[in-house]
């Protein structure tokens, strides 16, 4: 059964840093390109960032474009988004993504809250 | 960047209803458009892939077409399960864009 169980949100000031894991289990990880996707309060979905299987290549949303690093360790079968510089405008459910092909989504982690505030 | 506009944004409607959900994509993405439910509070969940592929486990009442700039999202016959929010997405190009989302309301 696939699972994936994020962890690491919480309340920052604004200028902050979070570092958000999520924990994958029930596929071969590095086969899979993974992604962020979060979702303000009372409002859509937005992609963030994605990440190819082997790590080798990234993707950002312009929103988070030098301010956020999208990584995994394969040997973990963890991924990570180191977020720096934070915003109130980064207040969102952050939930993480596994890609079947091509960029849909077939696989999502039950999200963490950020909050950005001070 | 591809736009994803979706209509209508609430949609009030019974059970047993025939419902569609419109999807526009600003430019051409061909068939690489998928379709999520949401529900309050939970995760999203896939239902349709490459515009009109069922995901495994889905109820045949929910069905997606078209292709190009035009989506549409139909569900047969409107169950209580399925009142929820519904997403389209399209993969064609970076950055990934979803629709702003269809509120499915019971009437």
């Known amino acids: 059964e696939v699972q994936l169980v994020e962890s690491g949100g919480g309340l920052v000031q604004p200028g902050g840093s979070l570092r958000l894991s999520c924990a994958a289990s029930?596929?071969?990880?590095?086969?899979?390109?993974m992604s962020w996707v979060r979702q303000a309060p009372g409002k859509g979905l937005e992609w963030v960032s994605s990440?190819?299987?082997?790590?080798?290549?990234?993707d950002y949303a312009d929103s988070g474009k030098g301010r956020f690093t999208i990584s995994r360790d394969n040997s973990k079968n963890t991924l990570y988004l180191q977020m720096n510089s934070l915003r109130a405008e980064d207040t969102a459910v952050h939930y993480c993504?596994?890609?079947?092909?091509?960029?849909?989504?077939?696989?999502w982690g039950q999200g963490t809250p950020v909050t950005v505030s001070s | 960047d591809i736009q994803m506009t979706q209509s209508p944004s609430t949609l009030s409607a019974s059970v047993g209803d025939r419902v569609t959900i419109t999807c526009r994509a600003s430019?051409?993405?061909?068939?690489?458009l998928a379709w999520y439910q949401q529900k309050a509070g939970k995760a999203p969940k896939v239902l349709i892939y490459?515009?009109?592929s069922l995901e495994s486990g889905v109820p045949s009442r929910f069905s997606g077409s078209g292709s190009g700039t035009e989506f549409i999202l139909t569900i047969s016959s409107l169950q209580p399960d399925d009142f929820a929010t519904y997403y389209c997405?399209?993969?064609?190009?970076?950055?990934?864009?979803f629709g702003g989302g269809t509120k499915v309301e019971i009437k």
């Open positions: 993504a596994k890609s079947r092909s091509g960029g849909w989504y077939d696989f």
């Open positions: 029930g596929f071969t990880f590095s086969s899979y390109a």
């Open positions: 990440i190819s299987g082997s790590g080798g290549s990234t």
């Open positions: 430019q051409s993405i061909s068939s690489w």
């Open positions: 490459k515009a009109s």
């Open positions: 997405q399209q993969y064609n190009s970076y950055p990934l864009t």
